[in-house]
């Protein structure tokens, strides 16, 4: 059975764990939480880069980053599922950089704020990360993304992102993205994964 190496409030885990439960393929995959911080941790044996989630495969094959397990994920379930074919597909994986990236600007502006005393914090560093994460709220406010049927992988990762947000600056972005929380209450109604994967710790 392939293993799953992450942490419960990684927005990248998350997304993995929602695609798998969309594709039917959660019974088959192993939970196993990892401690990226942690030297003995056997996930820096599993993927030099030490960062989750990694998918490590029954021949011991480990699969990194989010984006290429979830390509992996779609071909197990038979393609084009959350990855649709043809030219749509790019589509489909811009968005889900856009969402991704949301995830990777807020986690650094957490990383600078747990790793860095107050006195060592760069403003400039942590504004032009915020920067990133402020762009592309206005760009999907301005033009929620639209689906129908089983949501694709860029539909799950602005979820996730938008969850990671709430999860660790409070939820301040709601205030002036009201068609980003319909749009994100709407993605949680339709799918019970989002809820299930939630960190609540």
């Excluded at 998918?55 to 990194?64: F, M, R």
């Excluded at 939820?171 to 994967?197: C, I, K, M, N, Y």
Aim: a neutral charge.
């Amino acid at each position: 059975m392939p293993t799953l190496r992450s942490a419960p409030a990684s927005p990248f885990g998350r997304k993995v764990k929602i695609v798998a439960k969309l594709l039917g393929l959660w019974d088959r995959i192993e939970l196993v939480n990892a401690d990226t911080t942690d030297e003995n941790d056997s996930l820096r044996q599993q993927n030099p880069l030490g960062k989750i989630p990694t998918l490590v495969l029954e021949d011991g094959t480990a699969l990194y980053d989010s984006r290429v397990i979830v390509e992996y994920l779609d071909e197990l379930a038979g393609g084009g599922v959350v990855l649709p074919k043809g030219p749509e597909k790019f589509r489909v994986l811009t968005l889900q950089a856009l969402g991704d990236g949301i995830a990777d600007a807020a986690l650094l502006q957490v990383y600078e704020g747990r790793y860095r005393p107050v006195e060592r914090h760069e403003p400039k560093w942590l504004a032009m990360q915020q920067g990133k994460v402020t762009r592309a709220l206005a760009r999907l406010e301005a033009n929620p993304p639209v689906w129908s049927g089983t949501p694709h992988a860029g539909i799950v990762a602005v979820a996730c992102a938008l969850g990671y947000l709430d999860l660790r600056f409070q939820g301040t972005w709601r205030e002036s993205h009201s068609a980003l929380v319909a749009w994100l209450d709407r993605f949680a109604q339709a799918v019970p994964a989002f809820e299930e994967t939630r960190f609540k710790g």
